[in-house]
Structures are given as C-alpha cells and as structure tokens.
C-alpha cells in the first residue's frame, strides 16, 4: 500500500485526463493519474492514432498520436505520478481522503477527478466462427501503424466512420482491400462517404455491401475468410491476412457504477462544478453528463479546468476557484 496522499487523484489518460492532470499540477497540487491502459493518451493512442483530429482549437489539423503526445508533455511538466495498466477497484472516504482500491494496490487521494471517458471500449464482436480463434492473429479491432498492412490483403468490415476512415488509409498500403458492410448505406461523414465512391470507382476497394462474414479460417494465422450475400445466401471466399472490424464499443463504466455516484445512462451526473453527487469527487470528459452536454475534445478541456479548480478548493478551501491566466503565473516563469 502507498501511503503517500496525493491532492488530487485523475483516474483516466486521455485527453481530458490529460488536460486536468497539467491543470492540477499548475495549481501547485500533487497529482497522480491512473489509467487501465499501457499508454496515455486514451483513445487517441489506443484506437486511432493515424486519424487526423480537426477540432482542437490552434490545430488546424493534427495526427491523434502527435495530439496525445503534446498532451502527455504539457501533463507532465509538473511530474505527475502516473500508474497505467491498472483499474480503480473501489473508492472510500476515510476520515480526510479518499482510499482508492486497485487490482495492484491501494493509493490515498484527498480528491478525485473522474476522467475515464466512456469508461472501457470492448469492442462489439463478430458473432462467427473464427473470430475469437484469430484475434490479435490477424483480426484486429485497431489500427496503430498503416505501413504494418504493406502488401496484405486486408477486408475491413463496417459502416461507420472508422471503417471507411482505415478502408480509405489503409488502400494505399494494402495489396488489396475489401470492405464489407451488411447494408448500402453508411453512418459516416457525408465528405468521407463521397471519397469512399471516389476509390470504388478507381478499384482502389472492393466494396461488398449486403455482404456480412460467415467465417473466418487459417492455421496460425488468418488465410481466408467467408462473407455471404445477406439478399441470396450465396458464399464468397476471400483471401486475406487481416480482418479489420469496426463495428462500434459497447461503453462500460466498470466498477466506477460502483462507487456511490450519481449515474445515468452509463454516464455520471455532474453540477456546473463538475462536482459529483459525492463530496470530493468531481468529473469531466466523455463520461459525465449535464443538460447540453457535447462530446468533443475541447469541452473536455473546459470541463477538467473547472473540475481541477472546484477540486482544488475543496483540498484547500482557502485557495480561489479562479486562478487567474496562465501568463501570469509565476510557476511559468
């Protein structure tokens, strides 16, 4: 068990994590993250690091990775003490803190700021044969460096914006790409959607719409897969080395459900404190919920501001809320 009691305790390493970590060190505060993946950065690192994000104020347009990596620099100027590869179990107040329970210890906080997004992405399966045989042997539900898919044959399967996102990358990398979806029309980007008929067009990818996989076969790894016509019933028998799926992530909140917290929806409750129902705890980012919420990156950083601030008084009830502009700061100096 780690005595040490840290000020304020950010459970989640992505953006909004991020954001609030470097907010909190800023306010001279003793900080920790805990994050259950390997890596910070979130979704941004773990699901699409090579997809361009065009939202973040002062970035014109910016690679996810190179976004994450500029967050993780900006939180970790103050030496935040980070913990990844671990998931907060439970949470107690205790007297004047907080005792966090993880599956490789316990950790003291005297305030905590919730910043899990949608809390963990398990990606939705395919319900076939195969599939569970050849994960991470060659299907995979992620992407993390186009240039390993050089002269594969590749079959994504989706219709929102991920497959046609990676079917659209990845063309220019791959032998051959197929993309399957099981009706024609797409839940994507109306500017995406016309590049898709652009490289069908080209026979850049071989689209198979009304098409859904029946099986997936090989030895160690992948070598074939079966897709059917869901109009006919008639097979087709593809070959291939990878089977990307991108068919959406069933949001859960774990053991955050939990810990007392006001949830709705799988999301938690907040005031325009971003204080939760709990004395202590505050929350920001995808996974808290308000009357005209937006799930955008840059209101996560919005949110984690006012999250850390409110977090920082209650530590220290004579510190202000509002700290004034960062130029000012003698800690920049």
């Given at each position: 068990m780690d005595d040490t009691i840290r000020d304020i305790t950010i459970i989640g390493g992505g953006p909004t994590g991020l954001f609030a970590a470097f907010y909190a060190g800023m306010r001279g505060k003793s900080t920790r993250i805990i994050d259950s993946l390997p890596e910070l950065g979130g979704q941004l690192t773990a699901l699409y690091p090579e997809k361009d994000v065009f939202d973040v104020g002062g970035f014109p347009r910016v690679l996810a990775k190179d976004l994450a990596k500029n967050l993780s620099e900006q939180a970790l100027q103050f030496d935040p003490e980070v913990i990844l590869d671990e998931q907060v179990r439970t949470v107690e107040w205790r007297e004047d803190h907080f005792l966090l329970t993880c599956r490789g210890g316990e950790y003291r906080t005297r305030a905590l700021v919730v910043a899990g997004g949608k809390g963990a992405f398990d990606p939705m399966k395919l319900e076939v044969p195969g599939y569970d045989e050849f994960l991470h042997r060659g299907v995979e539900y992620a992407v993390k460096d186009p240039a390993g898919y050089a002269g594969k044959k590749v079959v994504v399967v989706g219709g929102g914006d991920s497959a046609l996102d990676w079917a659209l990358i990845l063309k220019d990398h791959a032998e051959r790409l197929t993309l399957v979806h099981r009706r024609d029309g797409w839940r994507a980007h109306e500017a995406t959607i016309r590049l898709l008929d652009e490289a069908v067009s080209a026979g850049e990818i071989d689209l198979r719409t009304f098409h859904e996989v029946r099986e997936i076969r090989g030895s160690d790894v992948v070598g074939e897969v079966t897709?059917?016509?869901?109009?006919?019933?008639?097979?087709?028998?593809?070959?291939?080395d990878v089977v990307l799926t991108f068919l959406g992530f069933k949001p859960d909140l774990g053991p955050i459900k939990n810990w007392g917290l006001?949830?709705?929806?799988?999301?938690?409750?907040?005031?325009?404190?971003?204080?939760?129902?709990?004395?202590?705890?505050?929350?920001?980012?995808?996974?808290?919920?308000?009357?005209?919420?937006?799930?955008?990156?840059?209101t996560g950083f919005a949110?984690?501001?006012?999250?850390?601030?409110?977090?920082?008084?209650f530590v220290d009830p004579d510190a202000r809320v509002n700290p004034g502009h960062s130029t000012n700061m003698k800690v920049f100096k």
């Open positions: 897709i059917f016509d869901n109009r006919t019933d008639e097979d087709t028998v593809l070959e291939a006001e949830v709705e929806k799988n999301r938690i409750k907040v005031d325009a404190l971003m204080a939760t129902n709990v004395p202590g705890i505050y929350a920001a980012g995808d996974v808290v919920d308000y009357l005209g919420k937006l799930d955008l990156i840059a949110e984690a501001a006012v999250a850390v601030n409110n977090a920082v008084h």
